[in-house]
């Protein structure tokens, strides 16, 4: 299955990430960078059998 997530602008802001502390464009509303977050996520779903 493929997901796909949508980042809108306003949901973004610049910032420091507190997971690989990269100065960045586009921080979540969790601190942490889109790259990041993209990251956990296909980690989740490929290397521990997230995925069905």
Known sequence: ???????????LHHGVCIHCEMESDEITADGRCVDCVEEELFIEQTMKGGWR
């Open 1 to 11: 299955m493929i997901e796909e997530r949508t980042y809108y602008p306003e949901d």
